[in-house]
C-alpha cells in the first residue's frame, strides 16, 4: 500500500528496533527507513537479523544489524553504542522484541512466566534506560532543545482479558505502565516522548501462526470487527508518532486493531432485541397498582 506520509518525513533520524528482524518489527523498520531514517535492527537470532539487514539496504536504506537479547544489559548497551557509534546519534528506540506461546494459567511453569515477563517488559526498560543517554535533548550528537522518541510495541490482550496469555497480558499491561512512567518522567526531564502501539491481530505474524489456531482463524474471519490487520498498518502508527505530526503526543497507547478490543459476544440478534424491548416496555406500562408506570 502506498503510505500517506511524505517520503523524507524522517530524513536525517536514526531508529533502533529491537525485534527488527522480522514481522512487525521487520515492517517498522523497512518503513521508518523508506521514509528517510537509518535504521538499527537488534534480534537474538543472527541469521534472521543478517536477511533483514540485507532486506533493508535492498531499498537502499542505510542498515546495520546487532545480534543481543534485550534481556542483557551487556548487550542492549553495546547495540545503543553500536548504533551510535555507526550512525553519529541515535532519535528512535522502536521496543518490538517480544515473547509469547499458548498456556493455561495452571498449566504455566514460573519459569516461562518470568521469560515473557523478562523479554517484554523487563527487557523493554533495559533498552529504554541503555538509550536515555542518547534520546534525550541535549545528548550526543543531538539538539540542545528536542528530545528522541520512544516507541513500545504492546498489545491489547490485557484490556478485556485473554484465554491462555496469563503471562503475556501481565508483560504487555507492565509495558503500558512504563510507557506513561516514563512519558511522565522522561518527558518533562529529558524532552523524550514515550507512546505505545497496541496491535490486534494482525496477519502473517507469529501472533497469529502461533495464538491462533486455523479454526479460530475461520470463526473471526465471520464476525465483522474481527478483521485481520496488516503490518503495514503498525508501521504506519509508528509513522505518526516517530515523525512531527506525532510531536503533541505523549503517553498514549495507540490502539490499532480495527476496535475487536471493544467487541464482546452478541447475545441477540438485533431482531431479538427489538422484541425484547417492545416486550418489556409493554409489561412495564401495565404494571401492577403500587410498581411505577414507565413514561418511555
Not at 550512525?87 to 528512535?92: S, T, V, Y
Not at 519459569?111 to 533495559?126: A, C, E, H, Q, W
Not at 543517554?133 to 510495541?153: A, F, H, M, R, V
Not at 529529558?190 to 501462526?209: E, F, K, Q, R, S
Amino acid at each position: 500500500m502506498e503510505s500517506p506520509f511524505k517520503a523524507e518525513i524522517l530524513k536525517g533520524k536514526v531508529a533502533l528496533v529491537t525485534g527488527g528482524g522480522s514481522g512487525i518489527g521487520y515492517e517498522i523498520s523497512l518503513e521508518l527507513g523508506k521514509h528517510g531514517a537509518s535504521v538499527a535492527i537488534m534480534g537474538r537470532r543472527k541469521h534472521v537479523v543478517d536477511s533483514a539487514v540485507h532486506a533493508l539496504r535492498s531499498h537502499g536504506i542505510p542498515a546495520i544489524g546487532i545480534e543481543g537479547d534485550v534481556r542483557k544489559e551487556e548487550d542492549a548497551a553495546r547495540t545503543v553504542e553500536s548504533t551510535f557509534k555507526h550512525f553519529g546519534r541515535l532519535d528512535i528506540l522502536v521496543n518490538s522484541a517480544a515473547g509469547n506461546f499458548l498456556a493455561a494459567a495452571e498449566d504455566l511453569s514460573p519459569n516461562g512466566f518470568r521469560t515473557v515477563i523478562d523479554i517484554d517488559s523487563v527487557g523493554t526498560f533495559i533498552m529504554c534506560r541503555e538509550a536515555l543517554k542518547y534520546l534525550k535533548k541535549g545528548g550526543p550528537g543531538k539538539d540542545p532543545s528536542i528530545g528522541g522518541t520512544i516507541i513500545n510495541i504492546t498489545a491489547v490482550i490485557h484490556y478485556p482479558a485473554t484465554w491462555n496469555q496469563i503471562h503475556a497480558s501481565a508483560a504487555k499491561a507492565a509495558v503500558d505502565s512504563i510507557t506513561r512512567s516514563l512519558a511522565l518522567e522522561w518527558g518533562e526531564d529529558h524532552g523524550i516522548l514515550v507512546n505505545g502501539i497496541a496491535p490486534g491481530a494482525i496477519g502473517d505474524t507469529a501472533g497469529v501462526t502461533k495464538l491462533a489456531p486455523q479454526e479460530i482463524v475461520n470463526q473471526l474471519k465471520q464476525k465483522p470487527l474481527y478483521k485481520f490487520g496488516e503490518k503495514w498498518d503498525i508501521a504506519m502508527a509508528a509513522l505518526y508518532l516517530a515523525s512531527d505530526a506525532g510531536k503533541f503526543v505523549n503517553g498514549t497507547i495507540l490502539i490499532v486493531d480495527g476496535g475487536q478490543w471493544l467487541s464482546k459476544p452478541r447475545l441477540m440478534s438485533r431482531e431479538e432485541v427489538k422484541k425484547l424491548s417492545r416486550r418489556e416496555e409493554t409489561r412495564s406500562r401495565v404494571a401492577p397498582a403500587g410498581l411505577p408506570n414507565s413514561k418511555l
